[in-house]
């Protein structure tokens, strides 16, 4: 039996961390697996730095993922992704979106933005494996430019390391989106989904 | 398939839930029938939740205009024997501070619950106030779940204990129960209703000095029933280990730490544990069980030593030698999590640490400099941004009248707006909390001479605005208070509220004017206006703040939010504005200076409009020196 599973998904507010992680609890649940999950909301749609955790596992308890035990960190966008290395341990599996989303403070001059070079190099001294995409991209050719948040979900399952089944996850994407809108959202995840497979071959 | 509804009178299936969602269905499975709640991080979505199975359910419920008046709502229904309960933030419990001192005299007669979600690490909050203080004070029993199934559980059996004890109960969530997730059994919704009916009975309900005396001792016996009775309940659990050195006692959500730090130091069994879930009053027989086995005690709990001190009282009064840590090893500041009880766990045993936490914090304090600040902002087409602009201008000009080094002062308070303190605004002097705006304003006009100019929302001003406005006429304080009417409480997630014309679960009813009330205040300079109209509003301000008494401006517009909500579902389509390149200067960044818009943008040198995030406010346009900013 699956002792813990720890996935970590950063981002910014309004690219939809929420949900990812509403989904994947769902469908662990359909699943019959334990899950504890936790995320700050109030400022999150306000374009602060945002981050949700959710565990999977019959050994899980806390809401929150212990130093260093992160097994999946899915990150939207780079420098959320940078912002939880402590996290990370070498063996955590670190998907991230290359669109940068630059905070204002930037343009003011009060802060900076890193390149991407460092970004990645600071990653891959912890992590051994960083699967990279441009999410915005597959979103735009699933047909709509909001769904990156299915095709980084789509690229956190193509690692095949999370302890869902696809089928579960893919109903509850199914149930969860208006008839309307499902299609071009599992299309998005599909996408992610290949990519992630692609870059592992 | 479809996923099943909160509501769902499914007992013993399996559901993915918010922690509040589970606190929301906990009431519902107790047959609660009166709800009500003021709006606040990290509780919003109890109340949320039970508004849309209002009808179903028959549940009254509602917003109230502040938690003093929900508490009272719920009281009242109390003594009239139906169930009921309140829920707040932990600051919100403060305004209900009055009614729930003297609540405890008058007890329970159905079952009354207050929730009081508390925000460790003050992650949407001015303070990291600790409310099992509160409750101590007012003789209250706290309930405090260790997980979110245990919210729901814990909410659903506080209703029955209420009336069991004929005493109100506290429900002590914290941020990661409340927005915590997790897989919820849940249990059967009780389907009974029962009418409300009010027994005149001035015994217990009318206090005066005489009932006070009266009812104080009677609080007190129900009080010392409820402390012999928390041994027994599920929600405190001994465990002990055979011939164990070291015992923890966890209060709360700390319990899972708990249980987590002990399966990564591999010490199972090695340790006996107390599971805490009524911090107040403590389960005396349990803990002295515990004292009395070990040799060493770390009591395990987030924020005040609460449970620290009353078991070091209970170990001297039974002088059992035993040494207590607890927040000597346990921080005292923020959340706790499973890393900070192990670390204390490896402090209290031989154990080696399960990972090299040096290495860790090494990796985040390197990359950390190259992190750029994301702090919450202004959404785009906020009108906030427009209203402090116009403020700050204003205000800054008739500043030199008083003299060249004079500065405008801005008391702020509780909301969206408090985000104007940031860069580039800046128009945010204090922020204490609702309400405080204008009452600090009142006291700044008597020591300093200077333009003072509040301001506060809508939902705000209604909560805790209108007695410090009517000081302010009253005493005379020369001030100018900007109301920022944007016809929501934004920030906590749109509730509506006395101003909006619609309550909790739908209803037409009565809007209330800000204006009319500033008026009735007896504010002689009241006026309305449109902070997209950056000109006039300015102007306006420059006028109230040059008015000899106190002031009133009413800026009115709709949340960005909300209106692109509400244009969507109108089939409008929001026409943004771009930059024309051969007018922009590229260089006097105006647009980003003054305004700070997160849909301005700068690439490759060029300043440009995201035309994804504009929402065709026009605020850049009026700001732009060099008229470059265009609408498609």
Known sequence: MLKEFNVLITGVGGQGVILMSELLGKAAVRDDLKVRGSEVLGMAVRGGSVSSTIRIGSEVYGPLIPTGKCHLLIGMEPAEALRHIACLSPSSLVVLNLRKIVPFTVLLGKSKYPSLDEIMEKLSTVSSQVIRLDAAQLAEEAGSPITANMVMLGAAFGTGQIPIKLETLKAVLQAHFPTKLAPVNIKAFDLGYHACQQSLK | MKELAISADAPGEKLFMLGNEAIARGAMEAGVQVAAAYPGTPSSEILENLARVAPKFSIYVEWSTNEKVAFEVALAASICGVRAMASMKHVGVNVAHDPLMTASYIGAKGGLVLLSADDPWAWSSQNEQDNRYIAEQGYIPILEPSSVQEAKDMMADAFRLSEEFKHLFMVRSVTRISHGRSDVVLGEIAKKRRKGAFAKDRSWLVYTPVEARRNRPLMIERFERI???????????????????????????????????????????????????????????????????????????????????????????????????????IPLIGELSTRKVT????????????VNFSEQDRLGEESAPLLPWRPPTLCPGCAHRASLYAIKSAAQKVARDYGKDTEPIYPGDIGCYT?????????????????????????LAHVVEAPIIAHLGDSTFFHAGIPPLINAVYNKANITVAILDNSATAMTGFQPHPGTGHTATGEETTPIKAEDIARACGVKFVEVIDPFDLKKAADTVERAIRFDGPSVIVFRRLCAIMEQREKKQRGEKTVPYYIDQEKCSA?????????GCPAIMRENGKTTIDSSLCTGCGICAQVCPYNAILQE
Not at chain 2, 254 to 278: F, H, M, P, Q, R
Not at chain 2, 587 to 595: F, G, R, Y
Request: aromatic share 4%; with cysteine.
């Open chain 2, 419 to 443: 985000l104007g303190y940031l860069p580039p605004l800046e128009a945010v002097d204090t922020t204490i909390c609702m309400g405080a705006s204008i009452g600090i304003a009142n006291g």
């Open chain 2, 587 to 595: 260089k006097c960044d105006a647009c980003i200076k003054l305004l």
């Open chain 2, 343 to 354: 670390e204390a766990i490896i402090r209290l045993t031989s154990a080696k640490p399960p």
């Open chain 2, 227 to 329: 402390r012999r009775a928390v041994n027994t309940l599920p929600y405190n659990q001994l465990k002990l280990a055979d011939g164990a050195r070291l015992g923890i006692i966890a209060c709360g959500l700390s319990y899972s730490y708990t249980l987590e730090a002990i399966k990564w130091l591999e010490l199972d069994d090695k340790i006996s544990v107390l599971k805490i879930g009524t911090p107040h009053p403590l389960p005396q027989e349990l803990v002295k069980r515990l004292l009395k086995s070990v040799d060493e005690i770390l009591v395990v709990e987030e924020l005040e030593p609460f449970v620290e001190n009353h078991v070091k009282a209970i170990a001297g009064e039974a002088n059992i030698p035993v040494r207590i840590h607890g927040k000597d090893l």
